[in-house]
């Protein structure tokens, strides 16, 4: 029968036995966690966590510096972000929002970003970054239905920023938003939301 899931904090043990899981470490034969997470047969879905950017990233920041050679982004982690003025054709200000790709990053802490464009007007919507891919879906399921019932364009950065855009219905689009990331550990949720969305969609 399979066991019920559990609730574990970094550095509790979850097998006596080493296994290869992500969000865990293996040591002295043991395996024990390393954030808080939801641990059930042998897979650890991480609750909460900081962002940790990785290469290729595709993240929405937030112009926070205009320099000479170019522009410091918050993304929403503790890494410096800076997008080169060689980078892009364009022209930010203090503020601004772009969707941009990380190039790489290094042992000093700081990200180096590419590909960039600017946002167009809309809201952005804060969410814990180790939930984006559920929000964002198996080959962009999720995001997709949401774009799909709400008329929003949305853009979720795996920093954990959510850039809602368009003429929609962008309340609809930030609640269902908020579901996902409450529910992001069960099961059933895209027919929970898929539900939800039809429920609310005005006539």
Same mark, same amino acid.
Request: with cysteine; aromatic share 6%.
């Given at each position: ?35 808080? %997470? ?31 050679? %170019? ?88 920093? %954990? ?43």
């Amino acid at each position: 029968m399979e066991r019920e899931s559990r609730i574990v904090m970094p550095g509790e043990q979850v097998s006596d036995k080493p296994e290869r899981i992500g969000y865990a470490f293996v040591d002295k034969g043991r395996t024990y966690s390393t954030v808080v %997470g939801l641990y059930s047969e042998g897979k650890l879905v991480p609750l909460e966590g900081p962002y940790e950017p990785l290469p290729d990233d595709m993240i929405v920041g937030i112009v926070s510096e205009v320099r000479f050679s %170019g522009y410091s982004v918050d993304t929403n982690s503790a890494y410096a972000a800076f997008l080169s003025s060689r980078e892009i054709r364009e022209r930010y200000e203090m503020g601004d929002m772009i969707f941009a790709r990380i190039q790489k990053t290094d042992e000093t802490r700081s990200i180096e970003l590419g590909e960039a464009k600017k946002l167009p007007e809309g809201r952005l919507v804060r969410v814990s970054a180790v939930k984006i891919p559920r929000i964002i879906g198996k080959k962009n399921s999720m995001v997709d239905m949401i774009r799909a019932n709400t008329g929003c364009e949305v853009i979720a950065g795996r920093n %954990g920023y959510v850039w809602i855009t368009g003429k929609g219905d962008s309340n609809l689009a930030e609640k269902a938003i908020r579901m996902i990331e409450a529910q992001a550990h069960t099961h059933g949720l895209t027919d929970r939301v898929a539900a939800y969305l039809k429920s609310q969609k005005k006539a």
